[in-house]
T-cell receptor, first 111, second 113 residues
Framework: QKEVEQNSGPLSVPEGAIASLNCTYS??????FFWYRQYSGKSPELIMS????GDKEDGRFTAQLNKASQYVSLLIRDSQPSDSATYLC???????????FGSGTKLNVKP | DVKVTQSSRYLVKRTGEKVFLECVQD?????MFWYRQDPGLGLRLIYF???????EKGDIPEGYSVSREKKERFSLILESASTNQTSMYLC????????????FGQGTRLTVV
């Protein structure tokens, strides 16, 4: 079983809609959670980090963490065509100096 | 701003060649990582280092080695390049403490012919 699972997509949403991206993880020792955005041919860039249960908002982005259910999600409000990219979920587990990445969800925002 | 710089953006090498991929970070980060990324497989960890001269194998270390002689520099070595090592290679760094993110270099697209 992979440590981090994501639906590969593609997830298609119309411009202006809310895009919802989900990620589940298997290790209950997971402590830090990250969402990265990766445009085609580019390297991942950090969108959001979240460390405690609940919601964290930053502009149009909201990260949600539920440790009891072992999932983390990313909501993108007022989606724009420029949001079209692959979104990677990553976790950092207590005691391990490394990050575990999901395989990513491809998001298409249609004008 | 944190900067992670990989020596080459694109690289073409022949089968059997020894290949060096270099990565330098300027933020005094303790941890450095090498990943490869292939379509449908996501980011797979090859090796990582948590201190100078220290290294640990990741999920797919076969066919690779690494070197970290200085804190800011982490090198990935393909001992004898093969066509199945054609991939995007990504270097990243982070501080040791929990609750800190990884910063990525721009990536090296390696093609082995």
């Amino acid at each position: 079983q992979k440590e981090v699972e994501q639906n590969s997509g593609p997830l298609s949403v119309p411009e202006g809609a809310i895009a919802s991206l989900n990620c589940t993880y298997s290790d209950r020792g997971s402590q830090s959670f990250f969402w990265y955005r990766q445009y085609s041919g580019k390297s991942p860039e950090l969108i959001m980090s979240i460390y405690s249960n609940g919601d964290k908002e930053d502009g149009r982005f909201t990260a949600q963490l539920n440790k009891a259910s072992q999932y983390v999600s990313l909501l993108i409000r007022d989606s724009q065509p420029s949001d079209s990219a692959t979104y990677l979920c990553a976790v950092n587990i207590v005691g391990f100096n490394k990050f575990y990445f999901g395989s990513g969800t491809k998001l298409n925002v249609k004008p | 701003d944190v900067k992670v710089t990989q020596s080459s953006r694109y690289l073409v090498k022949r089968t059997g060649e020894k290949v060096f991929l270099e990565c330098v970070q300027d933020m005094d980060h303790e941890n450095m990582f090498w990943y490869r990324q292939d379509p449908g497989l996501g980011l797979r960890l090859i090796y990582f280092s948590y201190d100078v001269k220290m290294k640990e194998k990741g999920d797919i270390p076969e066919g690779y080695s690494v070197s970290r002689e200085k804190k800011e520099r982490f090198s990935l070595i393909l001992e004898s390049a093969s066509t199945n090592q054609t991939s995007m290679y990504l270097c990243a760094s982070s501080v040791t403490a929990m609750n800190t993110e990884a910063f990525f270099g721009q990536g090296t697209r390696l093609t082995v012919v």
